[in-house]
């Protein structure tokens, strides 16, 4: 099993579509939208929201595939007021690709591309409840900032910033 990490390009809209409903439907609680609120965007809006990704060198969208077959995503961008800092965004693997190393590569080509930014810290968010995605993080090296901020509106469950100094060596 072969895992493929690439950037998307434009013209992709309609795959990062189906990756990102996918993921909200799989993980509802895993996201600060919901498929609800994005399931009824047109194929334009789409292709437009992932081609202007595309055209901001301040950001990344990411797909991991095997023999083909998209198995997860991950979006990256550079802070707005602080270059330095990088944030990681609609992080997901696909169920039935999860405990194959998806998502340590995912996450590994989001880093390369986040050093590659001059940015020195990485930092994410994550359901407190979700073990496997902390764990994962855990183990490329991000911590728990102690920051915490609620998943939605109207929801008990809080997201962990987590927080990732990235070393001049390139760990």
């Known amino acids: 099993m072969s895992i493929r990490v690439r950037q998307l390009q434009k013209g992709q809209g309609l795959l990062w579509r189906d990756l990102r409903l996918a993921a909200l439907a799989d993980s509802p609680d895993a996201f600060a939208t919901t498929y609800e609120s994005q399931v009824g965007r047109s194929e334009a809006e789409w292709q437009r929201m992932l ?17 083909g077959e998209s198995a997860g995503m991950a979006f990256c961008q550079l802070d707005t007021t602080d270059r ?33 930014q001059g940015a020195q810290v990485a930092e994410l968010s994550v359901n407190e409840t979700s073990e496997g995605a902390i764990s994962l993080y ?3 090296g991000f911590a728990d900032t102690g920051r915490r901020e609620p998943l939605r509106e109207g929801l008990p469950q809080q997201r962990v910033v987590m927080r990732c100094t990235l070393g001049i060596d390139g760990s």
């Open 138 to 140: 855990a183990a490329a």
């Open 51 to 67: 081609d202007e990704r595309v055209a901001d060198p301040r950001s990344a969208s990411f797909v991991a595939e095997i023999e």
């Open 84 to 116: 330095r800092v990088a944030h990681v965004y609609s992080f997901w693997v696909a169920p039935r690709f999860r405990r194959r190393g998806v998502g340590r590569a995912l996450l590994a080509s989001a880093l390369v591309w986040i050093r590659t």
